[in-house]
Structures are given as structure tokens and as C-alpha cells.
């Protein structure tokens, strides 16, 4: 329970990520939508939902590190509230964007909105503030099956509370709307139910482009430099998949704005399942660093695999391997990092582990959505190669501590 509105925060982070992906998909892809020009090429469109999609990943780029780092100075329950103001104002512009057609608005309002959910830095100290050995590795994992969650409840959410057929006054805008109250229910439980776990006030120097100075640091850190190229190469291609497999799945299959929130709510039902009950043995069995490789190699394959499938429910087969692979890497690469790093500067280190992931998913989509659009398989291809790259850098760097199975 006292956990309860923290992980409320990551899911709400979450449904803001995901949220999006039925309905700028369908409001960008579609010509007969007013929000851009009907002439407008299809690779345009694409390279625009790129661009949206970016927009949220580097507002968490540069809002991650910050939020972090004053979380160090202020304490994480008041930068946690801080944040979900903020959301609950950003979800409300996006929906004004859509209602006045305005991509610019829409943009801006995406971008902020990336920035509120940097509070998942915040979060993760929380956890680590509250947490040891064992109990950190669990939490974690619930941290995840929160961010899982989310990502069940998001896109379902944008797809079905956007489809006027369910009930009439739907529309694009409603799932922002929604969104927005939610924040709103937190920001009550965050001031009832949540004790301030920072144990003492730290001092940083915090600057607004602290999350490129960090991305700089995670490359050079003698002792988490391979684990942080490791996860940027990772989140390339994961990031990849996710954001663009909307354009692959209406070219190629045909689905409308409803279907593709049912595929990313299967998606996050089972990483949620996976996170929450099926991986916690693995973690203790086994080491990270087995935990790490597993996840890479069976990622990269069952990617691979769906490049082939033709029938949509052969599809929806292959979405169970691929969550529980996603699940087992996100926790075990956590510990790794919060194992490593002192108490003090837990909301430092964190900050820069999360620059590292946003940056890798927040920069894709700036240069590649024009090819996707026209290129469909590109999601499934440039995931795949992205994970097996991941593996052999991860295996090349950590030889000697792979050798040990047990943790």
C-alpha cells in the first residue's frame, strides 16, 4: 500500500506514452482527418508521427536528470506532485491541439508532457529509498508490471474512448481528457497516502541540459559503460518497434484505431503478467547478467519470427514470448545499475540510466519515420538488429561476471 501512489505515478506515465499511438496514428495516417493537408505524401505523415512520438521521449530525455536530481534536493514527494500538475495540464493542450487542429500545440503539449513523466527517475529512487537485496529486485519488478499495466490500459484507452461507434460523443479528444482526471485522482492519493522517503538532502548542480552531460557520462562511467551502451542499442530497437509497428499494422493488416489498441493492450497485459508473476523466480535463479542475455537473444528471435507471419492471430501468438523476454531485461538491468551506484547519489545515477533509454527512444523517430511509412517490416528488422547487436556488446564487456549463474 505505501507503494501504491508511486506506482500509480509509472502507470500514469505509461498510459501518456502509449496512449497516443491509435490515435495519432489514425489522425496522422488517415487523409481524411483535418489536421494536416489531404495532399500531404505519406512519407511526411510518417516523419510527423515520428516527430510526435519523439516529442514525449525527449521531454523525458531532459525532464528525467533534472527531476532526479531535485528530487535529491527537495524531496520525491514534492517533485512527484510537482509533475502530475503538469500532466494533467499537458493532457488537456493536447486535447485543445486536436479540437483547433494545431500540430504545433500538439507538439509543445507532447513535449512537456515527456517531461512530467521524466518523475519515473523519481520513482525508482523511491523504491530504492524503501528498498534492499531482494525486496529492490521485487519492487522493481512491480515498478514495471505498473509501467506493463499502463501500457495495457493506454493504447486501449486512446483507441476505444476515440471510436464514437462505442458510444457518441467519443471522440480523438476524450482520451486526453480522461487522462487528465486520472492525474488528478492521483495528485490526491500522492498527498494522502505518501511518506517522504528521502533520507537526507543531497546537493547537485542541476542544469536544463544535465541530460546531455549524463548521456555523456554513461559513456564514459568505467563501471556502467557497457550496461548503458548495452541498453541504448536495446532501446533503439525496442523503441523502434513499439512507436512505428502502428504504421506496419494498418499497411499490412489492414487495422483500424480499435485493433491497434487491442494489440498494444495484449502487448502490456502480458508484460504487466510477466512482470508481476512469471519472472520472479528467474530473478532469483539467476544473475542479471544471464537475465540480460536471455532477454536479448529471445527478443532479437521472436522478432524475426513475426516479420513472417501473414495471419493475425499467429501474430497475437508471438506477443506472450516477446513480453516475457521485455520483462526479464528492464528489472535486471535496474538492480544492476542501483547495486553499483551509493545510497546518495541513487536520483543522480537513475537519472542518467533513464537519459540513456529516452534518448535512444526519443531520437529514432526524429529520422526514420518518412521510411516507414514506407518500408513497413522496418520496426520488426531494425528491432531484431538492434537486440542481437545489444547481445554481443553486452557478452563482450561482461565476460567473467556472466560466468556466474547463481546470484
Known amino acids: 500500500m505505501r507503494l501504491l501512489p508511486v506506482l500509480l505515478t509509472v502507470f500514469i506515465d505509461s498510459l501518456g506514452f502509449g496512449l497516443v499511438y491509435p490515435i495519432f496514428s489514425v489522425l496522422l495516417m488517415n487523409p481524411e482527418q483535418g489536421v494536416l493537408p489531404a495532399h500531404t505524401s505519406l512519407a511526411m505523415r510518417g516523419w510527423l508521427f515520428g516527430l510526435l512520438v519523439s516529442g514525449f521521449c525527449l521531454g523525458q530525455f531532459f525532464g528525467g536528470p533534472v527531476l532526479g536530481a531535485l528530487s535529491d534536493h527537495k524531496g520525491r514527494k514534492k ?21 483547433f487542429e494545431n500540430i504545433i500545440v500538439i507538439f509543445i503539449s507532447r513535449l512537456l508532457g515527456g517531461v512530467a513523466a521524466g518523475n519515473w527517475s523519481v520513482a525508482q529512487t523511491v523504491i530504492v529509498d524503501t528498498s534492499a537485496g531482494e525486496e529492490k529486485t521485487k519492487n522493481f519488478g512491480l515498478l514495471g508490471m505498473a509501467w506493463g499495466t499502463g501500457f495495457v490500459i493506454g493504447p486501449y484507452l486512446g483507441g476505444k474512448l476515440s471510436d464514437p461507434s462505442i458510444y457518441a460523443i467519443f471522440n480523438l479528444t476524450t482520451p486526453f481528457f480522461a487522462a487528465s482526471f486520472l492525474c488528478l485522482l492521483n495528485i490526491v492519493l500522492l498527498v494522502w497516502r505518501m511518506q517522504e522517503s528521502l533520507p537526507a538532502i543531497q546537493f547537485t548542480k542541476i542544469s536544463l541540459i544535465t541530460g546531455v552531460h549524463q548521456l555523456r557520462e554513461a559513456f564514459t562511467s568505467d563501471k556502467l559503460r557497457s550496461l548503458f551502451f548495452m541498453m541504448f542499442v536495446f532501446c533503439i530497437g525496442w ?4 512507436e512505428f509497428c502502428p504504421i506496419f499494422l494498418i499497411q499490412k493488416f489492414h487495422f483500424s484505431g480499435s485493433e491497434i489498441a487491442n494489440f498494444y493492450a495484449s502487448i502490456g497485459l502480458w508484460i504487466a503478467f510477466c ?16 537475465l540480460i542475455l536471455t532477454a536479448l537473444f529471445g ?24 513480453a516475457f523476454f521485455e520483462a526479464l531485461l528492464f528489472p535486471s538491468a535496474t538492480t544492476i545499475v542501483s547495486n553499483v551506484s551509493n545510497k546518495q547519489s541513487q536520483g543522480h545515477i537513475l537519472g542518467v540510466y ?14 526514420s519515420g518518412s521510411f516507414v511509412a514506407v518500408y513497413p517490416y522496418l520496426p520488426f528488422v531494425v528491432g531484431a538488429m538492434s537486440m542481437f547487436f545489444a547481445f554481443i556488446v553486452f557478452i563482450a564487456n561482461n565476460r567473467s561476471k556472466i560466468l556466474s549463474i547463481k546470484k
Not at 239 to 242: A, D, L
Not at 354 to 367: D, E, K
Open 239 to 242: 523503441g523502434f518497434f513499439t
Open 79 to 99: 517533485i512527484l506532485l510537482l509533475t502530475l500538475w503538469l500532466a494533467t495540464a499537458t493532457y488537456a493542450l493536447t486535447a485543445m491541439g486536436i479540437v
Open 299 to 322: 527478443m532479437g528471435c521472436t522478432l524475426i519470427i513475426m516479420t513472417f507471419i501473414k495471419v493475425k492471430f499467429f501474430l497475437y501468438c508471438m506477443l506472450p514470448a516477446l
Open 275 to 290: 512482470q508481476g508473476l512469471v519472472i520472479r523466480p528467474f530473478l532469483r535463479w539467476f544473475s542479471p547478467n544471464i
Open 354 to 367: 533513464n537519459s540513456v533509454q529516452w534518448a535512444a527512444i526519443g531520437l529514432t523517430p526524429l529520422f
